[in-house]
T-cell receptor, first 118, second 115 residues
Framework: AQTVTQSQPEMSVQEAETVTLSCTYDTSESNYYLFWYKQPPSRQMILVIRQEAYKQQNATENRFSVNFQKAAKSFSLKISDSQLGDTAMYFC???????????????FGKGTKLSVIP | AAGVIQSPRHLIKEKRETATLKCYPI?????VYWYQQGPGQDPQFLISFYEKMQSDKGSIPDRFSAQQFSDYHSELNMSSLELGDSALYFC??????????????FGSGTRLTVV
């Protein structure tokens, strides 16, 4: 079974500043995907960024980037030029790569509540 | 682009009543997942369907059942409701069991309140 740990229940950042959210995971799988989801007060679960474990290059999506350290099983999210609309709960999630029968559920961390301060 | 549609958006039920939540996946998506998110909690996997057959089962109570129909929509049936069932219920869909690694697309959720 996989576990995902987010050690920062709450964080805050000034508008236009940079913030990093931490995530570590534990798995015996060698091929898998990692995700960051954003859940704003509207409660919609929105995919922010994804990383394939076999890719060494860190994923980037506009102001969002990750620092993926496979050996350390670490997957942090960096938000640059923070905006008020980034205020949300952020969930780190794990899913193993398809290999036939088995479970392919998303396993979530407990989340980090990010507040962007004007 | 079409998204995952869940209905109803809000639902209030009394204890011991039954509730049915519906999920309409993105067209051509063949896999549906149900998650339960309690207040201040992370989403917990309940059950999933691939090509109209149950593919995986998580922490779904025996009082709950679900199915995926021929048009790929899914329904989650909840009986003998308890106060602890009050939560946000998400449905998500994907093409294939892992969405080719793109993750799932989530619906907006159904907020169930049991009083």
């Amino acid at each position: 079974a996989q576990t995902v740990t987010q050690s920062q229940p709450e964080m805050s950042v000034q508008e236009a500043e940079t913030v990093t959210l931490s995530c570590t995971y534990d798995t015996s799988e060698s091929n898998y995907y990692l995700f960051w989801y954003k859940q704003p007060p509207s409660r919609q679960m929105i995919l922010v960024i994804r990383q394939e474990a076999y890719k060494q290059q860190n994923a980037t999506e506009n102001r969002f980037s990750v620092n993926f350290q496979k050996a350390a099983k670490s997957f942090s999210l960096k938000i640059s030029d923070s905006q008020l609309g980034d205020t949300a709960m952020y969930f780190c999630a794990f899913m193993k790569q398809y290999s036939g029968a088995g479970s392919y559920q998303l396993t979530f961390g407990k989340g980090t509540k990010l507040s962007v301060i004007p | 682009a079409a998204g995952v549609i869940q209905s109803p958006r809000h639902l209030i039920k009394e204890k011991r009543e039954t509730a049915t939540l519906k999920c309409y996946p993105i067209p051509r998506h063949d896999t549906v997942y149900w998650y339960q998110q309690g207040p201040g909690q992370d989403p917990q996997f309940l059950i999933s369907f691939y090509e109209k057959m149950q593919s995986d089962k998580g922490s779904i109570p025996d009082r709950f059942s679900a199915q995926q129909f021929s048009d790929y929509h899914s329904e989650l049936n909840m009986s003998s409701l308890e106060l602890g069932d009050s939560a946000l219920y998400f449905c998500a869909s994907s093409l294939g069991r892992t969405g080719t690694g793109d993750g799932y697309t989530f619906g907006s959720g159904t907020r169930l309140t049991v009083v």
